[in-house]
């Protein structure tokens, strides 16, 4: 009869997870710096997080529904042009999510808008109507 194989003598899974924790490679680990304190971190106002919801809905119900609603009623069948059109209508809702938060940023605090690149703006008073 021939000899068996040689074969492998392997390690049981649990020592194999025990080595691998104490090799000397996975002993040096680097540690993240503790988290601030909760009131210390950034509060995101409500109407910030509200906008970035009724967007994310409208980014993923319009252009499907652009898809399905033209596909028969205007390109007669033709999913190209609908697919496009699907498209289209998903880059305007991202550029105007663009345009609502550039102009929620502009209309910051006073201290804020008045400084244009660490420079002080000068604030000009409006005169008076005359009546």
Known sequence: MPDPPA??????????????SSSPSSSSTVSSPPLPPLAARPQVPFHVLAKLIIFSILLFALPIGTYFASIDRLFNGNQNYSAIAAVVVANCVVFAYVVVAIIEDQGGDDDEASTISGVRAKVVPERAKAS
């Open 7 to 20: 074969t492998l003598r392997q390690r049981p899974a649990a020592a194999a997870v025990a080595a691998a």
